[in-house]
């Protein structure tokens, strides 16, 4: 059965009209279905909120970098990184282009603030880290690399995709239905094994009141770079502003931004980054206190992640801890 995917293309918009629209042409002739904020552009709450949904429907993400930061929204952020971390929370596969040498464009199409100037390398920092991207600096080479990479990414990662509803029939919706039934089986029994083994009697674990030594990140926009620094805090007052983010279940990845934030707010200062390993011990060390378990399931992307959520004794623990007394 013939699939269409939908592909959301992301780009600073203004300094990246020409190039933009060869790229959303040859998505075109992929037989893909191009998405992006040209159609409904981002300039209120309610907008940005249809983008998200627009985001939720789409299979792949390409974003194009090129020497502007893009129109700024109500967070500070240009819609440009807001529509990006939105797809990275949105678990889609992300394609990303950054061009290879962006002082050496036109003034029309270089960042002459330095404020935005400075966003953009940090913009640039966050799609490189952890992924692979392509350079580009020729935009007649770009619909070339975009059509590789957007064919090499749907053969190694296919999505769900879209068919005519005239192309299907009940044998084949019954057919995937029974499969992924089949597959749903198999991801409870492994969770069912997993909580049975997975239950060791530990001792001499480390109360609330003891403190933790993390080791966090922070962007220098005069050293143009993260730099590393230690914060003390007690297991209690972490867990106190850290544990109503799970509350909405998120995926591991916006629970380590939750973390962030809250770390944020907590030291009064920025936290851009917490080290892997002591992401891993709040972790282990919240799952030894029973506060949260862990969930390996499909994402509505039809892509499989892990999943944060408290426990009931999380639970207990943040209403009684966090809920407001009477006075009287």
Partial sequence: MEKRYQVFVSSTYA????????????????????AGMELFPATDEEQWEFIKKVINDCDYYIIIIGGRYGSIGSEGLSYTEMEYDYA????????????????????????????FKEKL???RNKVSTGRLVKMWSNPEHLPGMVSLSLQRTIRIFPALGWVRASKTNNEDILKEINELRKENQIF????????????PKLENLATLDEKVTLNL?????????????????????????????????????????????????????????????????????????????????????????????????GQQFLLKERTIKTSR
């Avoid at 009209?17 to 191009?34: F, G, H, L, Y």
């Avoid at 409870?188 to 239950?199: F, L, M």
């Avoid at 390993?277 to 206190?289: E, P």
């Fill in 217 to 313: 990140n922070r962007w220098s926009k005069m050293d143009k770079k993260y730099n590393s620094f230690e914060k003390e805090i007690t297991w209690k007052r972490l867990a106190l502003c850290f544990l109503p983010y799970l509350l909405n279940c998120p995926s591991e990845q916006a629970a380590r931004r939750n973390l962030e934030n809250a770390l944020s707010e907590e030291f009064q200062t920025s936290v851009d980054g917490i080290f892997d390993q002591d992401f891993l011990t709040i972790k282990i060390q919240f799952k030894a206190l029973n506060y949260i378990q862990t969930e390996y399931s499909k994402t509505t992307k039809g892509d499989a992640a892990w999943f944060w959520t408290l426990t009931n004794l």
């Fill in 121 to 123: 390398i940090a913009f």
């Fill in 88 to 115: 990275i929370e949105a678990g889609l596969k992300v394609i990303a282009f950054v061009h290879e040498e962006p002082d050496s464009l036109p003034l029309g199409k270089m960042e002459s603030d330095p404020e």
């Fill in 188 to 199: 409870k029994n492994q969770i069912d094994d997993y909580k049975k083994n997975s239950k």
């Fill in 15 to 34: 300094d990246l009209k020409n190039e933009r629209s060869a790229v959303i042409q040859t998505i075109m002739e992929m037989d893909c279905i191009p």
